[in-house]
């Protein structure tokens, strides 16, 4: 069960740190009442159309049902395993608090510090004589290269079962993320991020108030000097979101909303609109016929959202401006969902997350 914490940093930290910010943030796993007793189908998403329902006991060992109503949920085995073969469901929920450390970051490296948080998990085997777990996050480190979503996390704090079990310390405990398992999605996306899981069923869920939402796919294997453990493998997935300002541009601003973008240098639609040019991927080296088609089809859109944008700024004003700027945010929302749906077929030939990255800096550019 220790091993659970480790993975939830991880989780928490990449997605977030993708979006950095000014000042202390707090970011809340989704619960929700309409997500109780939910289990994952073979999509491994909480809230979709394949999940299992029931309050009873979960296979093989035992695991207590989603009591709580949580998106987030790790799977646990034993060393050597598959983690898909897994031992233990456990359904998570709680916070994480964290600052960004910017003397320590570069721009292919953002590190952030973990100071605080509270996790509940539910009780891993033999439901339900163990009870519950709760662990308080004390510290922590994170680094991560927000263009590939890939990371490391080293953190500190104590896990303790509800059955009054003494506090367990967890200390210099190391996990990696895989490259593009990570996604933040701002407001200015929320529906249309070409995340069918964001847009369809995490969206719902969160306050009005938030300003971002995260989800991350994790896996991991533990380090411990506990044999039982060392060497088992995790996998599972992390939905959360903040409500806190997200809007600087200290550091890779183009997630920023009201931000100048200074640290990525795109700051005009124009030099935006560039920018998202140059994460397309290029018809002419194309690896097969559906990823040409592909890229042809959204170096259109982004043609199209281009000179709606010209037209906006073409010495037009009023009405006409105003739907010259929507029809450039409705297109943009459609080259984002098609390079997701690409993305999600192997035949988008580029990295999805600075495409992203992208779309979501120029869109926070076009005026509402």
Do not use: W
Request: with cysteine; glycine share 10%; hydrophobic share 40%.
């Amino acid at each position: 069960m220790r091993l659970l914490p480790r993975m939830l940093l991880c989780g928490v930290t990449l997605s977030l740190l993708a979006g950095r910010t000014c000042a202390a943030l707090t970011a809340h796993l989704i619960t929700a009442p309409s997500l109780v007793n939910h289990t994952f189908g073979a999509d491994l998403r909480i809230g979709t159309a394949d999940d299992t329902v029931t309050d009873a006991a979960l296979p093989p060992n035992d695991s207590a049902p989603n009591v709580h109503g949580d998106a987030s949920f790790a799977l646990l085995t034993v060393p050597g395993a598959d983690p898909l073969n897994y031992a233990y469901i456990l359904f998570v929920g709680g916070t994480i608090e964290f600052t960004p450390n910017y003397p320590g970051s570069t721009l292919d490296n953002l590190v952030l510090t973990v100071t605080g948080g509270n996790l509940r998990t539910t009780d891993e085997f033999n439901y339900p004589t163990r009870g519950e777990a709760t662990t308080a996050v004390t510290g922590g480190t994170a680094q991560m290269n927000p263009m590939t979503g890939s990371a490391t996390v080293d953190l500190t704090g104590a896990f303790t079962l509800d059955v009054g079990m003494a506090a367990l310390s967890l200390a210099n405990q190391t996990l990696t993320a895989a490259p593009g398992k990570a996604k933040i999605v701002v407001p200015a996306l929320f529906g249309h991020s070409g995340d069918s899981y964001v847009d369809q069923v995490l969206v719902p869920l969160v306050p009005s108030t938030a300003t971002a939402i995260v989800l991350v796919e994790f896996t991991g294997t533990v380090s411990s000097a506990d044999p039982e453990v060392n060497g088992a493998p995790s996998l599972g997935v992390l939905a959360a979101y903040t409500s806190d300002d997200l809007a600087c541009p200290d550091l890779f601003g183009t997630l920023c909303r009201g931000g100048s973008g200074t640290g990525s240098g795109c700051d005009t639609t124009s030099t935006c609109l560039d920018s998202l040019r140059g994460t397309l991927p290029n018809p002419t080296t194309s690896a097969s016929k559906k990823a040409k088609h592909v890229a042809t089809k959204l170096g259109t859109l982004a043609t199209k959202a281009g000179k709606a944008l010209d037209k906006a700024a073409a010495g037009n004003s009023g009405k006409k401006q105003t739907r010259a700027y929507a029809k450039a945010r409705k297109t943009l929302q459609t080259l984002l969902a098609a390079a997701g749906a690409a993305d999600a077929k192997g035949t988008l030939g580029v990295p999805l997350a600075p495409l992203q990255t992208a779309v979501n800096a120029l869109v926070a550019r076009i005026p509402s």
